[in-house]
């Protein structure tokens, strides 16, 4: 495995609310740097140092992917986990009372 990938994608949601899995450093470093500028704050500058850091090697990608995920989560950009939504749609398609 190449030094930069997670061992466990971040899906996020992008565009419309499709979901899109960030594998590696290079692919969080990317969705940070296509942020818009007017949205930028301190979550997504300790995010992108922290991109940078992992891909000069100074820092794990797993921390990076950490930062990464905590950026997403406070923007709302985390996917739901499909076994949470199919949970839901199991629990709703029993009960009767729940639409």
């Given at each position: 495995?190449?030094?930069?990938?997670?061992?466990?994608?971040?899906?996020?949601?992008?565009?419309?609310?499709?979901?899109?899995?960030?594998r590696?450093?290079?692919?969080?470093?990317?969705?940070?740097?296509?942020?818009?500028?007017?949205?930028?704050?301190?979550?997504?500058?300790?995010?992108?140092?922290?991109?940078?850091?992992?891909?000069?090697?100074?820092?794990?990608?797993?921390?990076?992917?950490?930062?990464?995920?905590?950026?997403?989560?406070?923007h709302?950009?985390l996917?739901?986990?499909?076994?949470?939504?199919?949970?839901?749609?199991?629990?709703?398609?029993?009960?009767?009372?729940?639409?």
């Amino acid at each position: 495995m190449k030094p930069d990938m997670f061992k466990n994608p971040v899906t996020i949601l992008v565009g419309l609310g499709f979901p899109a899995q960030v594998r590696s450093v290079m692919d969080a470093y990317r969705h940070l740097a296509e942020w818009p500028t007017s949205f930028r704050d301190t979550a997504h500058c300790v995010a992108m140092k922290a991109c940078q850091a992992a891909l000069r090697g100074e820092i794990e990608a797993e921390t990076a992917r950490g930062l990464f995920a905590a950026f997403a989560a406070k923007h709302d950009l985390l996917a739901p986990e499909t076994a949470a939504i199919a949970a839901s749609r199991m629990r709703r398609d029993r009960d009767p009372h729940v639409q």
